[in-house]
C-alpha cells in the first residue's frame, strides 16, 4: 500500500537554529514528490517538486533533497516567519492524479 | 496568493440544509480536485475531474455531489450532512499532461455542520 510518513510530527527551532524535517514514502513507482507549506486557515502553498533520486531544489532557505526511500527538506538558520505546516505528497505511477499527503511537521521558530 | 478562489471561506450549516461550494481557478489549468482536511489527518482526496469528466471517486458519501461545468469551475453540493463533515474543504487544479504536475490549493471552505 502507499504510503507516506512525515517526521518529527512538531518542531520547535530558534530563530538561526538550522534542521531538517523528513518524508519517508513507500509507492510503487514515483511519480513526483511535492513539498508544500500550509499556513493556519490557509490552503497549502507549493514549493517545490522532486522527481528522480538525488534530485535537489532550493528556495531562500529552504533545500529539498530526493533519495529512492525518502526526502529531507533542510531549513537552514529559520526565521519566525517559516513557521509553518510543511506537507510532503508523492505522486505514484499507477494511480493517475491522485496524491498521497503525510500528516505534516508542524514547525515553529522562536524569536 | 494563488490563481485558485473558493466562496465562502466560512460555512457554518445544519444537518438537514442545502448549500454549495464552489470554485474557480484561473491558471488554465486542465484538472481540478475537491479534498477533505481534518485535524491531525492527510488531506483525503475526495473527487477528480479531467477536462471537466470525473475520473476518481474516493468512495466518498452521496451527501456531497461534485459539479464541474468547465474546466475553470467546480462545485461541491453539500446536503443532508453529518457532524463529522466538520472539516476544511480545499480545491485545487493542476494541469495534467499524463505524467506529473505540482497542484496548487485554494484557500479552502471552513466548514462546520452542526
Known amino acids: 500500500e502507499d504510503q507516506v510518513t512525515q517526521s518529527p510530527e512538531a518542531l520547535r527551532l530558534q530563530e538561526g537554529e538550522s534542521s531538517s524535517l523528513n518524508c519517508s514514502y513507500t509507492v510503487s513507482g514515483l511519480r513526483g514528490l511535492f513539498w508544500y507549506r500550509q499556513d493556519p486557515g490557509k490552503g497549502p502553498e507549493f514549493l517545490f517538486t522532486?522527481?528522480?533520486a538525488g534530485e535537489e531544489k532550493e528556495k531562500e532557505r529552504l533545500k529539498a533533497t530526493l533519495t529512492k526511500k525518502e526526502s529531507f527538506l533542510h531549513i537552514t538558520a529559520p526565521k519566525p516567519e517559516d513557521s509553518a505546516t510543511y506537507l510532503c505528497?508523492?505522486?505514484?505511477?499507477?494511480?493517475?492524479?491522485?496524491?498521497?499527503f503525510g500528516t505534516g511537521t508542524s514547525l515553529t521558530v522562536i524569536p | 496568493e494563488t490563481g485558485v478562489t473558493q466562496t465562502p471561506r466560512h460555512l457554518v450549516m445544519g444537518m438537514t440544509n442545502k448549500k454549495s461550494l464552489k470554485c474557480e481557478q484561473h491558471l488554465g489549468h486542465n484538472a481540478m480536485y475537491w479534498y477533505k482536511q481534518s485535524a491531525k489527518k492527510p488531506l483525503e482526496l475526495m473527487f477528480v475531474y479531467n477536462f471537466k469528466e470525473q475520473t476518481e471517486n474516493n468512495s466518498v458519501p452521496s451527501r456531497f455531489s461534485p459539479e464541474c461545468p468547465n474546466s475553470s469551475h467546480l462545485f461541491l453540493h453539500l446536503h443532508t450532512l453529518q457532524p463529522e463533515d466538520s472539516a476544511l474543504y480545499l480545491c485545487a487544479s493542476s494541469q495534467d499532461n499524463g505524467w506529473s504536475y505540482e497542484q496548487y490549493f485554494g484557500p479552502g471552505t471552513r466548514l462546520t455542520v452542526t
Open positions: 522532486l522527481y528522480s
Open positions: 505528497a508523492v505522486q505514484a505511477a499507477n494511480t493517475g492524479n491522485q496524491f498521497y
